[in-house]
């Protein structure tokens, strides 16, 4: 892969990159629409990401190029820039804004070329890993000795502010963080993380694409968002919580009347549940216990589709099919919802067959078809080649 960017940049720009970097995708395991409600997540990072070669110019402008977008773009270097219509540029180009304005570094003209295969808007992160590889890109370039989860911290800024999504930290941290054949257990209010080995032993991560595509920011994202918020609010009457993810389901129990809206009632149930579903399935992993870490994802999945309303049936149908074929253990949607992806825990040697009855199965009640594949769990950022 890098030896063709390469070769495309001189091609694109007519000379050779000083720079080439990667970042990977990420999935989560178990713990969603958990992290803007300062609970628990369990991501990993995945070998499919976003590589990103450099050059650095002479000119004053900035250009951008990529390999699965024809849209191109060339900025004059100014102080700050603002969000242009909704092409991926705006990803890295939030990046740069969000970055000079936080550090005081001298800079001049770049050339970007990027290429990824994470496919997008499919619920695998392709955007934080966009917004990741630039800031690592920029941060070892310009030596700005950003720590790493400062390097989250500003990628999410550009996600919320620059883009206009009130994602919580999770991918971009899963992407910044991420560790081959590791699964990261993040607290969302104290970011502090820990990391447990994922051995799969038998089995294999199957990720199923819908190809149902969404954005985030065209989604009910941001009314989940407000919903819980809302519902806190509501239990804030009477307990003194920051977050709905402080509360254990005990204590919820005790307080969900404060909660007289049935749909506010719903998406705090989903939390406060999902939260502990995390808690268990930290042990169940570290344990080794497979069958019933994916028994988890199924009572996951449940509670996303009816109390959190983010599914769908193009993931419902992958997930009921996954429940009745005897060599996946679980399987739950990933990411966001609304469409995107699945996951799976598939028994090794299965993923031929698996694929086949998939496939029939789903195009048969969708119209069209899902696209699988067997991840492995790759390692964050990295550095591929400098001069
Ligand atoms: C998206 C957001 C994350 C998280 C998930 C749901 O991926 O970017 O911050 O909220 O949805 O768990």
Request: charged residues 20%; negative net charge; proline residues 2%.
């Amino acid at each position: 892969m890098k030896d063709q960017l390469h070769q495309l940049f001189e091609k694109n720009f007519g000379y050779t990159p000083q720079y080439e970097f990667f970042a990977p995708g990420r999935v989560n395991l178990i713990g969603e629409h958990i992290d803007y409600n300062g609970g628990l997540v369990m991501p990993c990072a995945i070998t499919m990401g976003t590589w990103l070669c450099v050059g650095k110019t002479d000119e004053n402008v900035i250009r951008f190029r990529s390999l699965n977008f024809e849209e191109q773009i060339e900025i004059p270097l100014q102080n700050s820039f603002s969000k242009t219509g909704s092409e991926w540029f705006n990803y890295p180009l939030g990046v740069i804004n969000e970055l000079q304005k936080a550090y005081d570094w001298q800079w001049g003209g770049l050339d970007l070329l990027y290429h990824g295969n994470i496919p997008i808007g499919s619920g695998l992160s392709s955007s934080a890993s966009i917004e990741v590889v630039t800031a690592f890109a920029l941060n070892q370039i310009y030596d700005l000795g950003i720590d790493r989860l400062s390097l989250v911290k500003h990628c999410k800024k550009v996600e919320n502010e620059f883009i206009g999504v009130n994602s919580g930290i999770m991918d971009q941290f899963a992407v910044a963080f991420g560790e081959k054949d590791t699964a990261i257990v993040l607290n969302c209010d104290t970011l502090k993380h820990k990391l447990i080995a994922c051995n799969l032993g038998d089995y294999s991560l199957a990720i199923i694409n819908t190809n149902k595509h969404r954005t985030l920011a065209d989604s009910k994202y941001n009314e989940r968002v407000q919903e819980c918020q809302k519902a806190l609010q509501c239990l804030q009457q009477e307990i003194n919580i920051n977050n709905l993810c402080e509360l254990s389901a005990e204590k919820f129990a005790l307080h969900q009347h404060l909660i007289e809206d049935e749909i506010l009632l719903k998406r705090a149930t989903h939390v406060i549940k999902e939260n502990d579903r995390v808690i268990s399935a930290a042990k169940l992993l570290s344990e080794g216990n497979l069958n019933s870490f994916g028994k988890l994802m199924y009572a996951s999945h449940q509670s996303l589709k009816e109390l959190y309303e983010v599914s769908g049936k193009e993931l419902d149908t992958v997930v009921e099919f996954c429940n009745g074929y005897e060599h996946v253990i679980g399987a739950r949607m990933t990411g966001a919802g609304f469409g995107g992806c699945a996951i799976a825990l598939l028994k090794k040697g299965f993923e031929e067959d698996f694929a086949k009855h998939l496939s029939d199965y789903y195009v048969n009640k969708i119209g069209y078809y899902a696209t699988i594949y067997v991840e492995q769990i790759g390692a964050g950022p990295t550095t591929l080649r400098t001069i």
